[in-house]
Nanobody
Framework: QVQLVESGGGLVQAGGSLRLSCVASGRTFSGLVINWFRQGPGLQRELVAAINSAGSTNYANSVKGRFTISRDNAKNMVYLQMNSLKPDDTAVYYC?????????WGQGTQVTVSA
């Protein structure tokens, strides 16, 4: 079982930046694909970015060139650097890992981007 805790959300003006963090406990992140999802008001949860154990990354088209996912296995942490934020990025952001077929979620961190 993995416990995930996100932090770093907040209120920012359009064009600003935030850095989200997710720390895991219960087991190491090593070897796992780690995902960042988000869920905006009235919207379905969507995959924003993912990073595998080798450091390869994937991004949703809507955030390519603006968001960067990274990981620090020694600290059991994953980060999401978000630049050039837009009001459409407003959402609760969740860290996610799948272990043994079970999807593990954090409690989420709210990101609000004002116009």
């Amino acid at each position: 079982q993995v416990q995930l805790v996100e932090s770093g959300g907040g209120l920012v003006q359009a064009g600003g930046s935030l850095r989200l963090s997710c720390v895991a406990s219960g087991r190491t992140f090593s070897g796992l694909v780690i995902n960042w999802f988000r869920q905006g008001p009235g919207l379905q949860r969507e995959l924003v970015a993912a990073i595998n154990s080798a450091g390869s990354t994937n991004y949703a088209n809507s955030v390519k060139g603006r968001f960067t996912i990274s990981r620090d296995n020694a600290k059991n942490m994953v980060y999401l650097q978000m630049n050039s934020l837009k009001p459409d990025d407003t959402a609760v952001y969740y860290c996610n890992v799948v272990v043994g077929g079970r999807s593990n979620w954090g409690q989420g961190t709210q990101v609000t981007v004002s116009a």
